[in-house]
């Protein structure tokens, strides 16, 4: 038996020495990401952004003030919408609307479904509205650059490209478990993506920004073909790229805006975000153990790996450390104390292991059972 555990020490420490070579490859991959270009517009062409809204969040005003003030030369048209009249987020586009009168600003409540991916559904119903053939589809919880709406057209108007999608770092709106989530995104997941963008091993697609034409989201099958996936983003860009576009990534981050009130929304965000990667990518999933060598090291530790293994898992938080600092010069995110990633490496973890335990995930405060590759979303509850 005690041979076993010892052997079982190794692995974490070998794991967790891989993981810090990660981590530095990541930081080298981070520094290499090339910077931000703007590319040239062929023609201001008009632009509809569609904004599915639910309930007043913190900042929403300003973001939509962000969404009117574009520097581009062609027309705008901003749709908003939610799934029910009385949604207090109204009243907020009511506001902005008022003091941008020269803007076209419009907002539709409509609570016809369309499968139980209720954004979707929102975003059907808004499209209906759409004036123009050019879309941008944009969370309400996106912070943009006046250059946003010309950097993503100039981005699809190049040849073979079928949709445009952005890179985001996280921005806490306020608290601790709000900033817990903003380092997932800013020292592991943007990471993550950038590591990958440069080595050619994912070709991703995020919800929360996403350029195309209505002509290429008719030849997808329209967004009904995508209301009854929980992860509709990944779908979209797999259509895209089996009809050969491609699906670009523009060298910049938005902001994303986290506003988790409570460790109860802390982790079933968390949760929800891990299952979703795993049902999408399960082997890609599985390989991501060695992102967390901090740890892998403690386990090792604890398994009798001594000294050793506290290096090894001191070495991991300095890594992790290089590396956060080159998201937040590379992409502008906003400091965070270093004292909190310890505590965010041990919730990552806890995370990832909990993830293989279950199916269900929270959204929106519907409770939902995911199927296999964790796209089709059958609801289990709707606490009301």
Not at 109 to 126: C, F, P, Q, T, W
Not at 277 to 297: E, S
Not at 352 to 376: A, E, P, Q
Request: aromatic share 8%; hydrophobic share 45%; net charge neutral.
């Amino acid at each position: 038996m005690s041979d076993l555990i010892h052997d079982l020490a190794d692995v974490f420490l070998i794991g967790a020495i891989i993981g810090c070579a990660y981590l530095l490859m990541a930081a080298f991959a981070v520094a290499a990401f090339r910077r931000r270009a703007h590319p040239p517009t062929d023609a201001p062409v008009p632009v509809t952004i569609l904004v599915p809204l639910c309930g007043d969040e913190p900042g929403l005003a300003d973001r939509l003030l962000a969404l009117c003030e574009q520097d581009y030369a062609g027309p705008i048209q901003i749709v908003c919408g939610v799934r029910n009249g009385s949604d207090p987020a109204l009243e907020v586009v009511r506001t902005v609307a008022a003091s941008r009168p020269r803007h076209t600003i419009e907002w539709y409540a409509e609570e016809r479904l369309h499968g139980r991916n209720l954004k979707v559904s929102n975003l059907i119903n808004m499209t209906q509205h759409a004036h123009h053939d050019t879309f941008l589809l944009v969370d309400s919880d996106i912070e943009v650059e006046p250059d946003f709406v010309s950097s993503m057209v100039g981005t699809l108007q190049r040849p073979g490209v079928g949709a445009v999608t952005c890179l985001a770092h996280a921005v806490a709106a306020r608290g601790l478990w709000s900033r817990l989530a903003t380092l997932r995104v800013n020292a592991d997941f943007l990471p993550k993506v950038v590591f990958a963008l440069t080595f050619g091993l994912e070709q991703p697609c995020f919800g929360y920004s996403i350029a195309l034409t209505r002509e290429t989201l008719h030849r997808i099958g329209g967004l009904h073909a995508f209301a009854d996936k929980l992860w509709e983003d990944y779908a979209i860009g797999e259509a895209i790229r089996e009809l050969g576009g491609s699906v670009e990534v523009p060298p910049f981050a938005l902001g994303h805006v986290f506003a988790e009130r409570s460790a109860r929304d802390f982790f079933a965000n968390e949760l929800r975000a891990a299952r979703t990667i795993k049902g999408i990518n399960p082997r890609g999933h599985a390989g991501t153990v060695i992102t967390h060598p901090f740890a892998l090291a403690l386990i090792a530790a604890g398994l009798g790996a001594g000294t050793a293994a506290l290096a090894v898992a001191l070495t991991a938080l300095a890594c992790r450390i290089i590396l956060f600092r080159g998201i937040k010069q590379r992409f502008g995110c906003e400091a965070t104390p270093y004292l909190l990633l310890p505590v965010r490496e041990l919730c990552d973890f806890v995370i990832y292991v909990v993830s293989y335990f279950g199916s269900t995930v929270t959204w929106r405060g519907r409770r939902y059972r995911v199927s296999r590759r964790l796209l089709v979303a059958d609801p289990v509850a709707d606490p009301g």
